[in-house]
């Protein structure tokens, strides 16, 4: 069972329109979270970065929450823009591993039209 | 915008054939790693590398290999492709010291 699960899978909102995405997790030790950004036919990149002491983090248009003690977190994206379809992956960092290993969740395809 | 490449971007090649998929940063990073992602699903850590010299095996068995012959270059070796292996291909990079990873655009590997 993948320990980063993603919801909704996919979601199709209008321009201008408001959405959350979700991401719970049940990674243990927990480090870090991050929520990345992958366009059709583009490697990820790196949207927000929170640690175990963060509650939000904004970075533009998109606010990221985390509440660790549920181990949830969302991904607000305000007033969408069509550049904003894409697919958004949540990713865990555990605590303790040299690597810092990463848990990917499967991501959320977002489609925003016009 | 991330400097590191991935050539090809797109490959369809016949089952048995040897391939090398490329992989290059600028950055100076000393961590590099291999992901592979299927279509819907999450990316799986196939290989990975702390410096030169240095190659790991991730999480995600795999028949290809790896070399780190200098910081900057990372390529992937699949000695004879079969149609198992279509998928796309990932590679990033990172500092030492910290996590956030840098990916290149991807190889999408079709194998008939």
């Known amino acids: 069972k993948n320990q980063v699960e993603q919801s909704p899978q996919s979601l199709i909102i209008l321009e201008g329109k408001n959405c959350t995405l979700q991401?719970?997790?049940?990674?243990?030790?927990?480090?870090?979270l991050r929520w990345y950004k992958q366009d059709t036919g583009r490697g990820p990149v790196s949207l927000t970065i929170?640690?175990?002491?963060?509650n939000t983090k904004s970075n533009g248009r998109y606010t990221a929450t985390l509440d660790a003690d549920t181990k949830q977190s969302s991904l607000h994206i305000t007033a969408s823009q069509l550049s904003d379809s894409a697919s958004y992956i949540c990713?865990?960092?555990?605590?303790?591993?040299?690597?810092?290993?990463?848990?990917f969740g499967r991501g959320t395809q977002l489609t925003v039209w016009p | 915008e991330a400097d590191i490449y991935q050539t090809p971007r797109y490959l369809v090649i016949g089952t048995g054939k040897k391939i090398t998929l490329e992989c290059s940063q600028t950055?100076?990073?000393?961590?590099m790693y291999w992901y592979q992602q299927d279509p819907g699903m999450e990316l799986h850590l196939i290989h990975y590398?702390?410096?030169?010299?240095?190659?790991e095996k991730g999480d995600l068995s795999s028949e290809s290999t790896v070399s780190r012959i200098r910081t900057e270059h990372f390529p992937l070796t699949l000695e004879s492709a079969r149609p198992s292996h279509t998928s796309q291909y990932l590679c990033?990079?990172?500092?030492?010291?910290?996590?956030?990873?840098?990916f290149g655009p991807g190889t999408r590997l079709l194998v008939l």
């Open positions: 590398s702390y410096g030169v010299n240095s190659t």
């Open positions: 990713v865990v960092s555990d605590r303790g591993s040299t690597l810092g290993r990463l848990y």
């Open positions: 950055m100076g990073h000393d961590k």
């Open positions: 929170m640690t175990f002491s963060e």
């Open positions: 991401c719970n997790y049940t990674v243990s030790p927990f480090s870090n």
């Open positions: 990033a990079s990172s500092r030492l010291a910290e996590e956030t990873q840098y």
